[in-house]
């Protein structure tokens, strides 16, 4: 169980390693780099700090909740049951996906979203950094924070009020540079990941669905782009 010093320390932790982390890390390039910034900050800098300080921000929180991922994964009983339900979850998180994207463009939004076009231009760029970040660190410092600390940091709560009030956050925290209709395919798949946390009381379920869903996300936007030729290799 994880005292409330290791909960509050993580969520403090988060937006360090999220935002201020980043910051120093770009200066740093920056300044052995020798980039002229006259014209803003360049984009491969910028990409390089957010995968170094997600990697960091990662390797912290594993740490620091090491034993509740240890105890946690000792609780599956049944991979048979494990698997089932990382197939159903996967067709709930692209069901999720898909429809809040239809909403977003029954409300007349038609750019993607900026979190979605930074990623895809990463993965161009720099594509094997940025699969670690999209596919493993991320899912990882994700369901730590919003489901493993957020969804058990007010116990007084009714279990539904957390999956949603972590979801809107996690939805928020994706769009956070503009575009806010953005937040609803996010604010579905939170409540999927969520959902899935709650029945079985177990990070693995949450954390390998994210995981999973995040890697097929990504081998998708590759074929798709491959076919169109907008890759190399």
Known sequence: MLTNFKKWLMLGLYPVGMFILPLIIILVILLIGGYDITDGVPFEPTMIATII??????????????????????????????????????????????????????????????????????????????????????????????????MNLFSKWKPIFNVICSSLIFGAMHVMAGGWIHIIPYFLMGLVFGYIYLKNDNIWHATILHILHNGLTVAIVFATQWLLGGYPY
């Open 53 to 150: 300080s997600y990697g960091i921000l990662c390797l912290a929180l594993v740490i620091i909740s090491f034993d509740i991922f240890k105890q946690e994964f000792r609780k599956i009983k049944s991979w048979g049951n494990f698997s089932l339900q990382m197939v159903i979850g996967l067709l709930c998180t692209f069901g999720a996906a898909l429809i809040g994207s239809l909403l977003v463009t029954f409300a007349g939004e038609t750019d993607t979203a900026l979190n979605q076009q930074l990623v895809e231009e990463a993965l161009q760029t720099m594509p094997f950094l940025m699969i670690l970040t999209t596919v493993f660190f991320g899912p990882i410092v994700e369901e730590i924070i919003f489901r493993l600390i957020m």
